[in-house]
């Protein structure tokens, strides 16, 4: 079982930045595969970027490639988001997400947190 928690959302100009954090309980998050997804109004989720355990692979949505970093600190058991050179389009909420590295689908959710781009 994995709690996450996700912090740092809030309101920025266009062009500006913000860095997302999950922080997960338990020992073994270091086993999980990290996602962040997120949820605009009126449309579906969608995968944003993940990172795998060691951190050594990463991949991202075609939407934020070049302009969102994601990392992690597996002693910290916590999951980074840095977006840079946001967009009015990047407003949505933003969730944190688990899963084993052989599954396919995310099991374990956060609650989320608002990122709003001011034009």
């Known amino acids: 079982q994995v709690q996450l928690v996700e912090s740092g959302g809030g309101l920025v100009q266009a062009g500006g930045s913000l860095r997302l954090s999950c922080a997960a309980s338990?020992?073994?998050?270091?086993?999980?595969?990290m996602g962040w997804f997120r949820q605009a109004p009126g449309k579906e989720r969608e995968f944003v970027a993940d990172?795998?355990?060691?951190?050594?692979?990463?991949y991202y949505a075609d939407s934020v490639k070049g302009r969102f970093t994601i990392s992690r600190d597996n002693a910290k058991n916590t999951v980074y988001l840095q977006m840079n050179s946001l967009k009015p389009e990047d407003t949505a909420v933003y969730y944190c997400?688990?899963?084993?590295?052989?599954?396919?689908?995310?099991?374990?959710w956060g609650q989320g947190t608002q990122v709003t781009v001011s034009s």
């Open positions: 990172i795998r355990r060691s951190g050594g692979s990463t």
């Open positions: 997400a688990a899963r084993g590295v052989y599954e396919d689908e995310y099991h374990y």
């Open positions: 338990g020992r073994t998050f270091s086993s999980y595969v």
